[in-house]
């Protein structure tokens, strides 16, 4: 059965784990960030695709994708989860929008979050995505 | 152009620093290295976004590290100014390139919650330098 909680993966210690949050709203992107940071992640803050593009085209090591959808920039959050899910499969991608995504294919993310969301049940659904990776 | 303060009173017992900087890996480094020296981190992108964390009454900042150069509606000088208009008191140490950045966090490291560096600001830059590096590949 798989492991649905990071403390049944004893091998994966949460603040190596890398969560990339990115949001252009900086009250919400500071309240997320603070929520995964007290759950012991290791998180990094990008303010739009752009940033986010910039972070993971870097070695800095990022283990899930969390995305606003509307955001302004060169891309919006849809584009870069579909260019993340093309170019880097393994990445666990969650995108969050204000309006219902119900179009939305799998094949771009791992979950979908309505806004406004509850900041605790996104954690608890990065925990067990991430508990799911092969490390 | 750097104004890195010497230890003073303004920054002893400082709990919480606002990194303000628009370029994201450079932000990213510096501010992982402040939480490692204890800190509490909140990042802000641009000006815009720091006034804004800075109007909010619950947030508590004691520090404010901003870049100097960075597009948008103000700078680091505005940005200065604007917290010496409305937010009197408040620590402000603006830096003008990655280097200052690390030096002026190594300094803040040692009046922090752990009063040492976790590792030497030369670390911070070579990493920062790496990862700008790559930006240009």
């Known amino acids: ?135 | 152009m750097t104004s890195t303060p010497p230890r003073s009173e303004s920054t002893a017992g400082a709990e919480t620093v606002l990194v303000v900087d628009d370029e994201v890996l450079i932000r990213m480094v510096i501010s992982e290295y402040l939480r490692d020296c204890g800190y509490k981190v909140i990042e802000a992108a641009n000006a815009d976004e720091a006034i804004l964390l800075l109007q909010q009454e619950e947030l508590t900042i004691d520090v404010v590290f901003t870049d100097i150069e960075m597009p948008g509606s103000m700078d680091g000088w505005g940005l200065s100014r604007w917290i010496r208009a409305n937010r009197q008191g408040l620590h402000v140490i603006l830096v003008g390139s990655p280097a200052h950045a690390a030096n002026a966090a190594g300094e803040l490291c040692e009046s922090g919650p752990m009063l040492s560096k976790p590792y030497e600001p030369q670390a911070v830059l070579d990493r920062i330098k790496r990862l700008l590096a790559e930006r240009h590949k």
């Open chain 1, 1 to 135: 059965m798989a492991a649905s909680t990071l403390a049944e993966r004893p091998g994966l210690e949460p603040e190596k784990l890398s969560v990339l949050v990115v949001e252009d709203e900086v009250l919400l992107r500071v309240m997320m960030a603070d929520e995964l940071r007290s759950n012991g992640l290791s998180v990094i803050e990008a303010a739009n695709a752009d940033e986010a593009l910039t972070v993971l085209r870097s070695s800095a090591p990022v283990d899930l994708l969390f995305t606003d959808i509307r955001m302004p920039g060169s891309m919006d959050g849809l584009a870069l989860a579909a260019l993340m899910r093309a170019i880097k499969p393994e990445l666990k991608i969650i995108v969050a929008s204000g309006q219902s995504p119900r179009s939305l294919s799998r094949d771009i993310a791992d979950e979908f979050f309505d806004k406004p969301y509850n900041a605790a049940t996104v954690v608890k659904r990065i925990t067990e995505l991430l508990a799911t990776l092969e490390k």
